[in-house]
Each structure stands twice: as C-alpha cells, then as structure tokens.
C-alpha cells in the first residue's frame, strides 16, 4: 500500500485523512483461535447476516447498538433479524454492547472498556449511515470519526480489523477498465456522493493503519441485494425503489441507463467471514462482486418474469408518470435520476477475491429468475410491493 500524494487530497479532506498518532501496529492473534468478536452494524442488512454467519461459525459475538442498555439494545437485534427473517441463530451467544461508534470508547466508562477490549480477537466494522442524498460533511461524524474509534478499539483489543468499503470509491469512469481489488481508489473529488466520498475518506484510514502495523482487510462488496435462499431485501436500495415506482407508475423507462453490479447478501457475508477466518488476508482488499451487472433491459425482463406488465416508454414520459405520484417511491429521487444519465458506469474484477476463496466452498450465486422470484415473495410478504397475482 502507498501514501497519497498531494494530488489525490483536495482541501476538503486534507484534515481527515491524516490518522490519529495514537493509532499504532500490534500482532493479532491466529483468527482460527478467535473465539470472541465484535461487530458494528449489525442493526442494519448486510450487518444482520454477518451476525448470522458468524454465529453459525460457533462465535460469540458482541454488538455495538445504540440503545440505553443492553435489553433495548437486544430487542432492536432481535426486531432487524426478524425484518430480515432471520431466525436460525443462537442469541445465547450475542452480547449486547451499548454504545456509540463515534463517541471516544463509545461512550463507555475506561473499565468497561479495557474489559471488553480483553475479550475480542477480531473486529467487523459494517456499521455505515447509508443516505445517497446527503452531503460529505452530514457524513463525516459517522463515517469518518466512527472509523477513528474502531481502529482504537481494535489497538486496545490487539484484534484484527475487517472493515466493509463499498466499490463506490472507485471514479465512475468505464474506460479506465475492470477495477482490480489492489487498483488506486477515487480520486475523491471524481466522486459524487457524499456518501462514496466518506468510504473513501475512511478507507485512507484503515489503509494508513495498515502501514502502521495493524491488522486490518479491507471489502469492497457491489450493489447489495436480498438472499437467495429467503429472498430477504432492504426496501430502501436504489434499485428496489426504481423496480417499485416503475411497478406503481405501471410504466418502465426504454433504453435507461441502469447498469448495477448486485450481489447477493448471503454471498457478501458468508465471503467476509470465510476470508477473515484465513491469516493471509491481512493486508488485501476484497471485492465483493457479482461476476457481471445486471443492465436496465435484464431488470424488466426479471420483472416481467414475476408476474408484473410494465409498459415501456420514454424515459421523459417515465419520469413525468413518477412525478405525478408524490407518494411513488422514486418521487423523492427524481433528482438522481437526471444525474444517473450522465455517469459512467465503473466495472470491478474480483479475481483475486474469488482465487482467495478457492476450495472454501463459497461462491456468488447468480440473481435469476427463480432468486428475484423470492425477493418479490418477500416484499409482498412484508408489503412492499403489490401481489402480481392479484
């Protein structure tokens, strides 16, 4: 890994990127002897199967949640895993840890720190304040200071850091080719979001740690979708309020430009923890990709095949059938939209993320018709979206 040059730091992240001193190298244990680790995020959906999976592994596995105790913070667990219909899992081996990731020690007092600091042999970090609408600096306090505080955590612990990216760090920008696990990131002032800017702010931390010593992974997973297995979703994503308001408006945009990598979330997960679980990850980047994107025409093929008749029209006419609808789940993005025209669309390789799981028994399912089948099941379960059979 090298440093940034000058060129890569505009002013608005110069002070950002610089890592805390007190953030120093350390050898973390053997991840086959870890019996005990801490995950951040795991109220939210990607953070709700790496719990998942990691129990299944036969860890004990302590949550960062914010509530104000650990029974409250339980029942937020418990509420997202059934959101999620998750319910193959041993809570008996769950450790409520309230708290706060942007807060010093996460708001807890030095004693209990230092206790449960001795207790954890690895770290994931998947928490993230995810709004695609929202200014970097809205961003900065979660994302970047949170960053800060588990790599602190993670020098008190001695414990290996995993900490979950996104391929939005990469600039948009299709001529530049496949994007490679150990390709440069950014620049971030070719970054759009607020969102993919603070990632990559993060991402130069953790990267600077590493330098320093500590044991950290870095992932990098696509557009995350639903299981395969339960078709489990979160209603939220981009590409589910674009497949719902085009379902709302009866009407589909010809000819859009909508090229997603999606990757199934029981895939990222299971990925994650199977890669942290091996020694010579320390230090590598992962992709955590599909092997090809799903384009604009694929979407409403895959619609189609679930039951909904969708007519195609201009994406003029599209927009106005949105726009019509305040309560349509694209109003609010409609905004996007017109910026979604006029990017690029990045590609990602995942080579060697996929040599490093070689013989693991992990691989990334593709999205069919049968996989897009049951996230629809699941969202006409939780009323999401319309039975296309009535």
């Known amino acids: 890994m090298t440093s940034l040059t000058h060129s890569e730091v505009t002013e608005e992240f110069a002070d950002d990127v610089v890592l805390h001193e007190d953030i120093t190298g350390f050898t973390a244990p053997d991840p086959h002897t870890v019996s005990e680790v801490f995950l951040t995020g795991a109220t939210g959906f990607l953070g709700a199967f790496l719990l998942k999976e990691l129990l299944a592994r036969g860890l004990v596995v302590h949550c960062l949640v914010r509530a104000a105790d ?11 895993l059934d959101t999620y219909e998750i319910d193959e ?13 942007t807060k010093p020690r996460f708001g807890m007092d ?35 200071d949170g960053t800060h505080e588990i790599l ?5 612990a001695k414990a290996a850091l995993h900490h979950v990216s996104t391929t939005g760090v990469f600039e948009p920008k299709a001529a530049l080719g496949p994007r490679r696990e150990a390709d440069p990131t950014g620049p971030p002032q070719k970054l759009s979001l607020g969102y993919t800017k603070s990632k990559w ?43 719902k308001g085009s379902i709302q408006a009866g009407l589909y945009p010809r ?6 990598n999606m990757v199934p979330v029981d895939y990222v997960s299971a990925a994650i923890v199977a890669i942290s679980r091996d020694p010579a990850s320390i230090g590598r980047a992962f992709h955590e990709v599909s092997p090809g994107s799903l384009d604009s025409d ?31 789940s694209m109003y609010p993005l409609m905004a996007m939209i017109v910026d979604l025209e006029k ?30 089948a049951a996230y629809v099941a699941y969202f006409v379960r939780h009323d999401v979206l319309p039975d296309p059979c009535l």
């Not at 970090?125 to 200014?135: E, I, M, P, R």
């Not at 602190?152 to 008190?156: E, G, P, V, Y």
């Not at 740690?209 to 990098?220: D, K, L, N, Q, Y």
């Open 201 to 243: 702010v993060a991402e130069q931390l953790v990267r600077e740690a590493g330098r320093r010593g500590v044991p950290t992974t870095i992932h990098r997973p696509g557009q995350v979708w639903g299981d395969t297995r339960s078709g489990a979703c979160q209603p939220n994503d981009f590409v589910w309020r674009f497949i």
């Open 89 to 101: 899992v041993d809570l008996d081996r769950v450790r409520v840890v309230p708290g706060d990731v």
């Open 110 to 144: 030095e004693a209990a720190y230092a206790e449960l600091a001795g207790q954890i042999g690895a770290i994931y970090h998947s928490a993230a304040k995810v709004n695609f609408l929202t200014l970097y600096k809205w961003l900065r306090k979660s994302t970047v």
């Open 70 to 80: 650990a029974d409250a913070g339980l029942g937020r667990l418990k509420a997202n």
């Open 343 to 372: 990017v690029e669309v990045a590609e990602f390789a995942d080579g060697d993320t996929r040599e490093f799981l070689s013989g693991s028994g992990v691989e990334c399912p593709s999205i069919d018709e049968k996989v897009f």
């Open 255 to 260: 000819k859009f430009r909508l090229d997603m």
């Open 298 to 328: 694929e979407i409403l093929g895959l619609i189609r095949s679930s039951g909904y008749e969708l007519k195609e029209v201009s994406i003029i006419k599209w927009m106005k059938g949105i726009s019509a609808d305040v309560h349509n």
């Open 152 to 156: 602190r955590f993670a020098c008190a």
